[in-house]
């Protein structure tokens, strides 16, 4: 998943949703698939501009599963496909 500012600087004027990226400095395939659009959110002050953020779902060993908590507010039933 990505936050808005993420998709308005590297998917302008088109949808993000099923778009591919990588991180790093050198070039690599392709290595998240975008599902979804969330919300930019302000982490230090109310005056910073959002910088654009992606959030992967790696929940690491199964003893620290209950170390992330991810909210979600969707319109719908978000189980549906």
């Known amino acids: 998943m990505i936050n808005q500012e993420f998709a308005r600087r590297f998917f302008p004027n088109r949808d993000p949703i ?25 982490y230090r002050s109310l005056r910073e501009v959002p910088p654009p953020i992606y959030y992967v779902a790696d929940f690491g060993s199964l ?17 549906a496909r």
């Open 18 to 42: 099923g778009q591919v990226f990588a991180i790093g400095r050198k070039w690599v395939a392709p290595q998240f698939q975008i599902t979804g659009v969330v919300n930019d959110t302000k």
């Open 63 to 79: 003893e620290e599963s209950d170390t992330f908590i991810l909210h979600v507010r969707a319109r719908g039933d978000p189980r």
